[in-house]
């Protein structure tokens, strides 16, 4: 059967156009909770941190002070901080986080007011009315509290500034902090805030700040299980877990080691290794590009390619020198990498000018909608979808099966025999998904502006609908291969990847900055 013939079987099952629709998995079909994310802005940051906290305010009835410096030492992770509640009780968890609970009376209550207190630091004494004393009941002149604030909050400690009394784990209270470090240095007070209103971002596993360069000014909030892919409103798409770009099949560890290998000069000392020779003279690498084997370096001096003893023309060499397997290992890693790397490149490329070809859709669509006198040409942005998606994990694929078969990562965990068939399987998955990758990309790119007849658009568009359904099953089925038939069957698994979303990377939703409740 001819490509013609082939491709014309490929779209016969569907008989009814009106039928169709795209396919798309559910995440309520698969295996894994996806999580949902959100985009915390610096309007809504406030917001989303006084929403947490009120729960614990709730839950515990302390204030804020309180409530944050809780959170702050449990990473912002609530149900953490239940659990230990719940388990250990509250004189536990108070004591944990450097929290007292004790209401201490003014030092004023019972001080004259001639009164002076004796201020261990300065070893001073000063009046009642010039030092503060904390919830630990431990008291110190003003002055002496601001020089502690002043210099932990300049040291990067702001978060959890403790008091100034040896051994004692009490955190000081945030707006007696606030309130002495403003007498001195209003704007290293607003900074000491900004530190308390970003913890909430620094110091939690379920929010990060978005990696794009230059920062857009954006956290990700997300729920569930933090080994997911998110877009951010300023459209970058990144792994939440370890914040490079969304690499998906790829594990972070592999990603992290591909992008390293991919960039890293050494790969060209390989390949000057293999295919250069230093001279005897000077040292410096020489490329033989000529039939003579008496080749002469930049510095001036001959000398023989194969031996590298000659010293003139005048030279003959036939004693066999055995070299060792060294240069010829050298050479099957290089082609092994260049294979995986070609293709990773390939599919890349195509991405990137795919990606400038979704600029034309429109246009396109718009042409077509005045032309025909059709207004339904969403399957063509869908499709364009699926497109993009797919062609992103067909390249990191091979990124994945680079170090899924070769002996950096696995060397141990399979057989030879083993390692065969698993990559049989594998790259079987692979050709099949490729393959229709290619298709999908020739149809999307067809000019639209050539059918002008109803029913030559809705053919295209059956094309279209069929193949993205397609695409996308064998994109999910090469997913599951690497999860349950590759990665899952490891006796020791470090290597988990992003779970497959039928509808891609996720796209985070603005959080809203409206605050409710919002006490004192």
């Known amino acids: 059967m001819d490509d013609s013939e082939a491709e014309c079987d490929y779209y016969s099952h569907n008989s009814s156009d009106d039928d169709l629709e795209f396919d798309d998995i559910k995440p309520d079909h698969q295996c894994h909770s996806l999580p949902s994310c959100q985009v915390i802005t610096s309007d809504s940051l406030l917001a989303a941190q006084w929403d947490v906290l009120q729960r614990v305010m709730d839950l515990l009835m302390v204030g804020v002070h309180h409530a944050r410096t809780l959170l702050i030492h449990y990473h912002w992770d609530v149900d953490k901080l239940v659990t230990v509640f719940v388990e250990k009780g509250k004189d536990h968890l108070f004591a944990e986080a450097g929290v007292k609970m ?13 009164s002076t207190v004796f201020c261990n630091v300065c070893m001073e004494d000063v009046r009642y009315n010039e030092a503060t004393q904390m919830d630990c009941q431990h008291s110190f002149c003003n002055n002496c509290w601001t020089e502690h604030f002043i210099m932990q909050i300049r040291e990067g400690h702001s978060r959890r500034i403790k008091c100034m009394s040896h051994k004692c784990n009490t955190v000081c209270d945030e707006s007696v902090i606030r309130n002495l470090v403003s007498k001195r240095d ?30 857009c000014g954006n956290a990700i909030r997300v729920e569930g299980d933090v080994l997911c892919e998110v877009g951010c409103t ?29 960039r890293d000069e050494s790969l060209n000392l390989n390949w000057i290794k293999i295919n250069t020779k230093n001279c005897p003279s000077c040292l410096k690498p ?90 339904e040409f969403n399957w063509l942005e869908k499709g364009m979808c699926v497109l993009f998606r797919s062609r992103r994990a067909l390249s990191y694929s091979y990124a994945f099966a680079f170090y899924m078969f070769g002996d950096e990562l696995f060397k141990n965990d399979m057989s030879k025999q083993e390692k065969k068939i698993k990559q049989n ?68 698994n470090i290597h988990n990847i992003a779970p497959y979303r039928s509808d891609g990377v ?9 605050l409710t409740n919002m006490g004192s």
């Open 102 to 114: 004790i209401n201490c009376p003014d030092l004023g209550t019972y001080l004259s007011p001639s």
């Open 234 to 262: 300023c459209g970058l798409q990144f792994c939440f877990s370890c914040l490079s770009e969304a690499h998906s099949p790829c594990s972070c560890l592999m990603w992290e080691l591909w992008t390293k290998k991919w």
């Open 506 to 514: 996720e796209r985070a939703s603005e959080l809203s900055a409206s």
């Open 425 to 492: 399987l594998f790259e079987d998955q692979q050709q099949q998904f490729e393959a229709n990758v290619e298709k999908l990309s020739k149809l999307v790119e067809e000019p639209l502006e050539k059918y002008s007849v109803d029913d030559e658009v809705k053919a295209i568009r059956s094309k279209v609908m069929i193949l993205s359904n397609v695409v996308s099953k064998f994109c999910k089925s090469m997913y599951d291969c690497i999860e349950n038939d590759l990665l899952g069957s490891l006796r020791c």
């Open 286 to 375: 020489v490329e033989k590009n000529g039939g003579c084997n008496i080749v002469r370096c930049v510095c001036g001096k001959p000398f023989c390619w194969v031996c590298l003893q000659a010293k003139s023309y005048n030279h003959a060499c036939g004693r066999y020198v055995d070299p060792g397997d060294s240069v010829e290992l050298i050479r099957k890693a290089l082609y092994r990498y260049r294979h995986y790397y070609e293709r990773f490149k390939a599919h890349r490329d195509s991405l990137n000018l795919e990606t400038e070809l979704e600029k034309t859709v429109r246009k396109k669509i718009s042409f077509c909608e005045e032309e025909t006198g059709l207004r």
């Open 186 to 215: 209003e704007d290293l007070a607003k900074k000491f805030d900004r530190f308390l209103l970003e913890s909430y971002i620094e110091e939690n596993k379920l929010v990060k700040w978005c990696p794009s360069v230059p920062h």
